[in-house]
């Protein structure tokens, strides 16, 4: 016997369940079920109310509605052009064709597929992934990776095709942070390119040579590397001439013996020379630093950005003074340090951390104890005086409201703290926990609470209110218009039915 979830509709994507050996109830049963909810359906009207079998309600924070059944089971949401469904947590549905948006998740984040107009990406578990679209010059890339055997893709552009097979062969273009990779049974050798700089490696990482665009160097790692650039010029984004700085670079006996000159060229030139641990030395027009036993104790006068540093021993001892920075740390008993920008305080660390951000029209301010078990984050728009915040207390709830005085509640949260604001999560995990639900709009006046997947149920907004409990068998309805029918039913039946008064609120 199939279940009673054969086919989902066409439009939704087809999902099919696998027949149980015994069914669960009987033909009987099923045709009950669906006479009873039909018969409900006609005597409540619209927004039919059985919580946490079937609910379905207008959206509070919204333009739409949501209609949810089998508790966190089957959810599906209309808010504008946006339309979403899902079984959670095995999979999701969300499409805005306004926008041409559509995501797909599959046991979030096993596997996903996204689509933006014509950029999409498929994914899973970030090892097997497939992407593509149309890139700026109009030309279209297909992508397949399996992470880190095989990167292949294919462009209408012909110059933009590779395959790499590794560690074999293989031949990739803005990939890994690179502009080219080009290998033959790697490590053996392999060649890449980066803004004109090109580095074969023999063996990697042991031998390698670096040339192009003025850089000339060479490394027998971890014995002697050396790497110099001349003082070049460059054109910017608005056409004009800048000055690209040149560098020498030596190492002996990696990581001991470093010896680096950079920003030649410029006004602020920096030298830095260093026998690790022993002792590490920066000078500069704009900073001096000594080092002592690196890294535990440092001296440092920073005439850029005015202020005196001593460190030791590092991190447990930091003491910095001046305009540009002021600090106190005694780790782990308490640190306090700010500048003009940025404040960064603890107290017993990890039990309270507070950070501060102040670059208008961001006023950032985040307060934390026990890194995630409490934590309340406020963004203010100095220019506006509007402010937004999120306060988490795990793992028992979320609390969010935005820069125009919309609020959420959520009670039991085990994931959100780590992950705030991530879709994939409130849309495919969220629901199975979130036994209280909590929603307010600043603009219209409508709220919402929800307990147990609608168990219990209450929507109200300055035109009315409805109430349900126990799976629809209490269902409370009240209009706020004068001349409206209000109606109380028990067991789906109305018991009674009266008229409001202009002017006059029901509790």
Known sequence: MKTIFDNVNASRGDFFLRPVSRPWFSHQALVACCIFFTVSQVLGGT???????????????????????????????KDGSENTWAIPPLYSHDADPAVEQLENDYLYPIVTYGRYGSQYRWQFIQIFSASGGADPDNSAKNRVTIFPFYFHQHSTNPEKNYTAVVPFYGHLKNRLFRDEIFFVMFPVFGETRKNGVVTDNYLYPVFDRVHGNGVHGWQVWPLFGTVRKPVTTITNDFGQAEVSAGYRRHFALWPIHFWQDNGIGTTNERKVRADIPLYVIERSPMRDSTAVLWPFFEWINDRGLKYHEWQGPWPFVVVARGPGKTATRFFPLFSRAHNNILEDNFYLWPLYKFHRVHSPPLDRRRTRILFYLFQNVADKNTATGQEQRRVDLWPLFVYHRDFHGDTRLQLIAPVESMLPDNRGVERNWSPLWSVWRSQWNAVTGANSQSLLWNLYRRDASPEGKKISAAFGLFQYRAHYEAGATNTLRLFFIPVARWHGKAGVVEP
């Open 47 to 77: 927004n039919f109310s059985a919580g946490p079998i079937f609910d379905e309600f207008p959206l509070t924070l919204g333009d739409g509605n949501r209609t949810e059944a089998a508790g966190p089971l089957y959810y599906s949401r």
